[in-house]
T-cell receptor, first 112, second 115 residues
Framework: KQEVTQIPAALSVPEGENLVLNCSFTDSAIYNLQWFRQDPGKGLTSLLLIQSSQREQTSGRLNASLDKSSGRSTLYIAASQPGDSATYLCAVRPGYGNKLVFGAGTILRVKS | EPEVTQTPSHQVTQMGQEVILRCVPISNHLYFYWYRQILGQKVEFLVSFYNNEISEKSEIFDDQFSVERPDGSNFTLKIRSTKLEDSAMYFC?????????????FGDGTRLSIL
């Protein structure tokens, strides 16, 4: 059974800092991995999707990497801003079916 | 940008009552999903739906739950006899084509409170 873990559970950084959020998964047989942002009381906003054959994806200040064989992904946020404060969720689509399996998230606070 | 819309945003229901949560997926999407998030816990998969039938469901999705696409635009989740433990945020999602590795897009959710 696929399990997804995110470290750290919470992170507080000063504005302008570069930061890395970590995601690990137990079964390397995945179709893709998706990073989401969740604001309090809101839905999930898709940030990046990395296919199993890809190593990384970039969107603006965000860069996500995938090392499928070791079961790891990282989300790198450059030059963080207070508006980046949110919960960041990692989810994998296992190699069977089309559901997503989520991690518990990293709560990010960027202080101005 | 097209988005998934869910109604109502908050539903309060007495235990034992039936509740229907509604979703309008993105118009050209073919796969539809329901997830839930109990307060303080992970987002959990409930069910996926394609071509007017359930394609996958989790152990949570028991006989109390059902899904339907009553017309060309709506996708609903019905809980027949609600329990206190059904209190959660319920998210609807849709994706274009699974075999093209398309992302799932989520709505803002319906907060269901069972009294």
């Amino acid at each position: 059974k696929q399990e997804v873990t995110q470290i750290p559970a919470a992170l507080s950084v000063p504005e302008g800092e570069n930061l890395v959020l970590n995601c690990s998964f137990t079964d390397s047989a995945i179709y893709n991995l998706q990073w989401f942002r969740q604001d309090p009381g809101k839905g999930l906003t898709s940030l990046l999707l990395i296919q199993s054959s890809q190593r990384e994806q970039t969107s603006g200040r965000l860069n996500a990497s995938l090392d499928k064989s070791s079961g790891r992904s990282t989300l790198y946020i450059a030059a963080s801003q207070p508006g980046d404060s949110a919960t960041y969720l990692c989810a994998v689509r296992p190699g069977y079916g089309n559901k997503l399996v989520f991690g518990a998230g990293t709560i990010l606070r960027v202080k101005s | 940008e097209p988005e998934v819309t869910q109604t109502p945003s908050h539903q309060v229901t007495q235990m034992g009552q039936e509740v229907i949560l509604r979703c309008v997926p993105i118009s050209n999407h073919l796969y539809f999903y329901w997830y839930r998030q109990i307060l303080g816990q992970k987002v959990e998969f409930l069910v996926s739906f394609y071509n007017n039938e359930i394609s996958e469901k989790s152990e949570i999705f028991d006989d109390q739950f059902s899904v339907e696409r009553p017309d060309g635009s709506n996708f609903t989740l019905k809980i027949r006899s609600t329990k206190l433990e059904d209190s959660a945020m319920y998210f609807c999602a849709s994706s274009a084509r699974v075999w093209m590795n398309q992302p799932q897009h989520f709505g803002d959710g319906t907060r269901l409170s069972i009294l």
